[in-house]
């Protein structure tokens, strides 16, 4: 399985600090994608880094990516409370059958408390 | 709206009933998605649809039969569910050969009772 896994399992912060989350991922990939689901509802497409780009930045994402270590990271500067959620990252295969497939992980909850 | 449109959006269904899931969206992608979400598990990839032609089954029992009339429609159908068959699904578009992000829709939470 090249199922990604976060770490943090949960967070929980203060408005206004910066939330870190982290990645990992089994094989080699395409593509990276991290989205946000608010509790019980769909998924929403955040971001996507490629397997030759190193880190981008959308608003106040930044998101890195290390394929040497099979790694990225998420950073959400400057919390809201509004960005309570649950963030999943999710790779695409390099190649195969697997490909254009997402594959997700277990996901971060991120609490923002006001 | 995201564009992908599911109904219904809650589902009460007994073990001998026979229900169906939709999915409908109009952003041109050529590939959809079923996925199931169930309590602390990720997301779980059912089928796969490329061009209407269905070229993933990850294993998914035979209770759960899937449709695809046309690029823009995906159905569910679900009979002589188990209880722990109770998840959140949750439909999904994309383009196929350049791959994006994923479109998904609000999904459907469906309890067997």
């Known amino acids: 399985s090249q199922q990604g896994e976060e770490d943090p399992q949960a967070l929980s912060i203060q408005e206004g600090e910066n939330a870190t989350m982290n990645c990992s991922y089994k094989t080699s990939i395409n593509n990276l994608q991290w989205y946000r689901q608010n509790s019980g509802r769909g998924l929403v497409h955040l971001i996507l880094?490629?397997?030759?780009?190193r880190e981008k930045h959308s608003g106040r994402l930044r998101v890195t990516l290390d394929t040497s270590k099979k790694s990225s990271s998420l950073l959400i500067t400057a919390s809201r409370a509004a960005d309570t959620a649950s963030y999943f990252c999710?790779?695409?295969?390099?190649?195969?059958?697997?490909?254009?497939?997402?594959?997700f992980g277990q996901g971060t909850i991120l609490t923002v408390h006001p | 709206e995201t564009g992908v449109t599911q109904t219904p959006r809650h589902l009460v269904m007994g073990m001998t009933n026979k229900k169906s899931l939709k999915c409908e969206q109009h952003l041109g992608h050529n590939a959809m998605y079923w996925y199931k979400q169930s309590a602390k598990k990720p997301l779980e990839l059912m089928f796969v649809?490329?061009?209407?032609?269905?070229?993933e089954n990850n294993s998914v029992p035979s209770r759960f039969s899937p449709e695809c009339p046309n690029s823009s429609h995906l159905f569910l159908h679900l009979h002589t569910l188990q209880p722990e068959d109770s998840a959140l699904y949750l439909c999904a578009s994309s383009q196929l050969w350049e791959v994006e992000g994923y479109t998904f829709g609000s999904g459907t939470r469906l309890t067997v009772v």
């Open positions: 880094i490629r397997s030759n780009e």
């Open positions: 649809y490329n061009f209407k032609e269905q070229t």
């Open positions: 999710a790779t695409v295969y390099a190649g195969g059958t697997s490909y254009g497939k997402l594959t």
